[in-house]
DNA sequence: TTATAAACATTCATGAATGTATGTAAATAA
DNA sequence: TTATTTACATACATTCATGAATGTTTATAA
């Protein structure tokens, strides 16, 4: 059983990712053996080596697999014009992020992989500068979209869209790290819808 | 040189814990062998392990150390009665927080290695539910707090104590996690007081 | 004063992970 | 049809970290 056609190398290929996103997950990334990854796969060491340089690469390849389109997403809503209010653009993207991050456990299994289960030392200092990326664009682009909220005067007045991007920015990714580290406690998972209505309530005009 | 006194004794302990927080840094905790940390420290594994069980026990030793005395120090402003304002308060005990962790470095490499260079699994799961309940008191303690604003009446009226507390909690969690992982960018930590300051405002009594 | 134990250093055996080199059977191009 | 790759499996050499065992010196208690 050697030599399989194309489309079977590239089966292969993902299984090896998926393998390596499980075996990352239970045992962190550095006691992750590319022995034991290859075992998950159903193959040996040889076929994780034949697709892959290093564990390094196939950590990367299991990131790309599942970042990208999420940003995509998130970014669908954020620079839509679709909304009048964009303050609802905000509140949608971060939604949809979040919604994402419920339903699909391969997204959630990334995510705790990269926050609490990798050392960001050696080759893979390049990949926190390449999470700390997607973070600056996103303070970049919800401060944007505050300023047209604060044009369209929908953003509570006194309140400047650079100081409230920045204050949204931290609060998502705490919500996101306290969402992943303590996931089980306190039931947090509930509450988060309700967290990103109230956080942006807060910088809508008061209801009179 | 061996049979030390016991004061010396003691010395090298703290040197061992030293060395093994500049290592921790330095290579993450599970390329940090114990080798290498004897090494810093300037004495043999014999040393280590003498002092210490194994790395795990180690690594505890140093993050007691450092997280204790700074609850400390945090909750005397959170729990301290002499601000005829709550929301001053909880503003003050979490600049307090931050301007230590601008202030030490020792606080500061400490953080760093909890969050983004040690991996959260096998005897370190351990360690990640120990993080987790100071994060959980913090909220509690906020929520307490708020709910004393909101009866003084200088909470902004139309926001639940609650609610306050749970944004203000991934607030600072989010600030945290920004401020350590993606340090150099943006030079973040300039900012820090301007966001607490605004953070709050944002909940107090608007100014007419 | 001496026996004991503290505070290490040194040595050793072991296992585990890595990277590479080589083997091999089937797909594919010619 | 045959030659050549492809897509792996297998085997090997090397390095490295760990834990335990043992050695050594000196503080300290009796």
Chains 1, 2 share one sequence.
Not at 38 to 67: C, I, N, P, S
Not at 141 to 157: D, F, H, M, N, S
């Amino acid at each position: 059983m050697v030599r399989k056609t194309k489309e079977e190398a590239e089966q292969t290929r993902k299984e090896i990712i998926h393998a390596a996103r499980r075996v990352f997950h239970e045992c962190g990334v550095s006691r992750s053996t590319l022995e034991k990854i290859a075992k998950a796969a159903g193959v040996t060491r040889g076929a994780v080596y034949w697709h892959f340089q290093d564990k390094a690469e196939l950590f990367f390849a299991m990131r790309e697999d599942v970042f990208a389109p999420l940003v995509e997403r998130t970014d669908a809503y954020l620079l839509s014009e679709c909304f009048d209010n964009p303050l609802d653009a905000i509140e949608a993207s971060i939604s949809e992020f979040f919604r994402v991050l419920e339903d699909s456990s391969v997204v959630r299994e990334v995510f705790e992989i990269m926050i609490s289960r990798c050392e960001y030392v050696g080759e893979f200092t390049s990949v926190e500068e390449e999470i700390g990326r997607p973070a600056q664009d996103f303070l970049a682009k919800i401060e944007r979209v505050y300023r047209q909220a604060a044009e369209r005067g929908t953003l509570r007045p006194g309140i400047d869209p650079l100081d409230a991007a920045r204050d949204t920015w931290a609060f998502t990714s705490g919500l996101l790290h306290l969402l992943l580290s303590c996931q089980r406690a306190s039931d947090l998972s509930q509450k988060v819808s309700a967290m990103i209505r109230v956080h942006m309530a807060m910088r809508r005009i008061a209801p009179a």
